[in-house]
Structures are given as C-alpha cells and as structure tokens.
C-alpha cells in the first residue's frame, strides 16, 4: 500500500522512515541524539483489564528496544464504549499501562480517546539513542546466527483463551510473556557486536525472519527444534486452534519459505503464528551470541535461544530444518 503514495524525499535528518520495514522511524535531532518513534494498538487479547494495559504498552514499547533505544515517553490512544462498559474497566486498562511506562523508565504524557463501541487501546511512544548506534532489521550479515529471546506460539495460546481452553496457570504463563519488555534484552546487546535486530509481532517469527533476510540480501536457515515455543503450542495447534492471522501468514509467505519435509503443516503454522508483543530476533556474529544468550538467560524472564544461520543469498529466502 506504502508503495501506491507519493513521498516527497526525507530530508537528511530522517535517518530511518517509511521506506524500509522497519520497526519505527527515526529522526536526528543532534550528532548525539536521534529520536525513535512508532505507534501501535489493538483490541483486547486477556479478559483482565490491567493486563491488557500491560501487555499493549510492552508491544508498543517493543519497537523502541528493537531499535536499541531508550523510551523516553508514550501517549495513550484510546477507543472506547464509556457508556456501555462504564469508566472503571478503562481506568484499569490505563493503569497497567502507566505501570509498564514505568517500569520502563518512560513516562505516558498524554493522549486521545474515541467513543468506540469495540474497545482498543494502544500507544505512540517516543525514545532515544546515538544516531550510530541504531539497530535495524536489514543489515543482517552472512556468518551470523540468529537469536530469539522469547517463546513463540502467543497467538494460538491467546486464541486457546477466547476458546477456554487454558488453565488459570497457562493464562498467566502467555499474559507475562506478553507483558514482558524487551528492555533487557535491548540494553544486553550494548554489550556485543550486533547486525541486525527487529521484534517478532503480527508477520510470526517467519514473517519478520523473511523481512530481515529480503532487507539485508541474505537468506536464513532456521532449526525448527531450536525455537522456543510455549508448552502445548503444538498440541493446540494440532487441534485447529490457530488464529486467522497465523494462516495468513502462512500463506503470504509460501514460495519463500522451504519446509523439510518431516515438518507438518501444524508446525508450520507454529512459526507463522500472528503474534503479540513477542521477543527480538537478532542477527550477531556467532563467538558472540552463545555469550549473549547465556547473559540473557542469567537475568530475563523469558528464555533466549540461538534458532538458526544466516547464509548468502540464495534462491530461497529461508530454509526450515527438522
């Protein structure tokens, strides 16, 4: 669709806009400072209010990590039926958000609300970094290994919820996924030689692994054994319980994508899963990834793994191995 509009040329100090894929723009306010902004929100995903908060600020928040920044602020925006659903369940939705800013140091300034008969909620968020010190998803290199830092399979668990088909223990297990930031994650890889970072949303693991490889001219082998998964995502997923997001995916992406053939069309699905608020997915020499993953995992919350190589560029743009 970006495509089909008449841009006019950015100026020089755009130093990251619309087009590429990636995760937020980025603006060069000084030669020591370049602001990072993105913007993001959905329906809910959780029954719990304050949860919902959470977990749609971390994914708003996930696109400033992803570019190596530090938050800075966020404005609410908001859709929502007052009369219908009355001021108390909003109150809690902003609430757990305003407890995620600050958990990631940022602060939420403002924002816009909408009378909206389908709840939504999201935030435009706003931070920092060196204007050299960027991450980007196209400048993956080949010799790299490719790093994951938390469990896919969000959007076939948080469909398994609106099917009651989760304990109360598997519910919090995906909600606290969700609601995880990437500031560890982001904030660790000061610490190490970095290619290339984006984070795992709505495209599923796949989706954005073929962004980053098509972007930096490279093609990627995935070990499907070595991706995280949350408990019971393939046996949800055996039984149909996938979103129509997840299938989309699937599908967009054939043609790039060559399957082993011991793999099953449920495991498939598996790597296209739709996803909320999902881990970053980093391109990095390897002597330099296994030490990173061991740090990770030293003091995150969610599990870091090496899932794959990055290769020349080859006819196929991923290869997914057993």
Request: hydrophobic content about 40%.
């Given at each position: 669709m970006l495509r089909q509009i008449n841009t006019p040329q950015a100026n020089a100090n755009v130093l990251v806009g619309s087009g590429t894929n990636d995760d937020a723009g980025v603006y060069k306010l000084t030669e020591e400072i370049a602001m990072i902004q993105s913007v993001d929100y959905f329906t809910p995903i959780v029954d719990d209010a304050y949860d919902f908060g959470q977990i749609a600020a971390a994914n708003a928040l996930s696109?400033?990590?992803?570019?190596?920044?530090?938050?800075?602020?966020?404005?609410?925006?908001v859709g929502y039926p007052i009369k219908k659903l009355g001021p108390e369940i909003l109150a809690r939705i902003?609430?757990?958000?305003?407890?995620?800013?600050?958990?990631?140091?940022?602060d939420i300034i403002g924002g816009h609300s909408i009378d909206d008969q389908e709840?939504?909620?999201?935030?435009?968020?706003?931070?920092?970094?060196?204007?050299?010190?960027?991450?980007?998803?196209?400048?993956?290199?080949?010799?790299?290994?490719?790093?994951?830092?938390?469990?896919?399979g969000v959007g076939i668990h948080t469909t398994a919820i609106k099917r009651d088909l989760l304990d109360s223990h598997e519910k919090q297990l995906v909600t606290d996924t969700m609601a995880a930031l990437n500031k560890k994650a982001s904030e660790l890889?000061?610490?190490?030689?970095?290619?290339?970072?984006?984070?795992?949303?709505?495209?599923?693991?796949?989706?954005?692994?073929?962004e980053m490889?098509?972007?930096?001219?490279?093609?990627f082998d995935i070990s499907y054994s070595q991706v995280p998964q949350l408990a019971r995502t393939v046996?949800?997923?055996?039984?149909?319980?996938?979103p129509g997001g997840s299938k989309a995916n699937h599908s967009w992406l054939s043609g790039r994508i060559n399957y082993h053939e011991e793999l099953t069309k449920a495991q498939q699905l598996i790597l296209c899963d739709a996803i909320t608020s999902g881990g970053l997915l980093i391109s990095m020499p390897k002597d330099e990834a296994q030490a990173y993953v061991d740090s990770f995992n030293r003091i995150a919350d969610t599990t870091a793994a090496i899932i794959g190589d990055v290769k020349e560029q080859e006819t196929i743009m991923i290869r997914v191995h057993p």
């Open positions: 696109d400033i990590y992803a570019m190596g920044g530090t938050v800075k602020t966020g404005l609410n925006i902003l609430q757990g958000a305003q407890d995620k800013m600050a958990e990631a140091g940022g709840p939504k909620f999201g935030m435009a968020v706003t931070g920092i970094a060196h204007p050299e010190k960027i991450f980007q998803n196209s400048t993956a290199k080949a010799g790299d290994v490719l790093v994951l830092t938390k469990p896919i890889l000061a610490d190490y030689q970095v290619n290339a970072v984006t984070d795992v949303t709505g495209f599923g693991l796949l989706g954005h692994a073929s490889a098509e972007g930096s001219g490279v093609s046996e949800l997923a055996e039984n149909g319980v996938v």
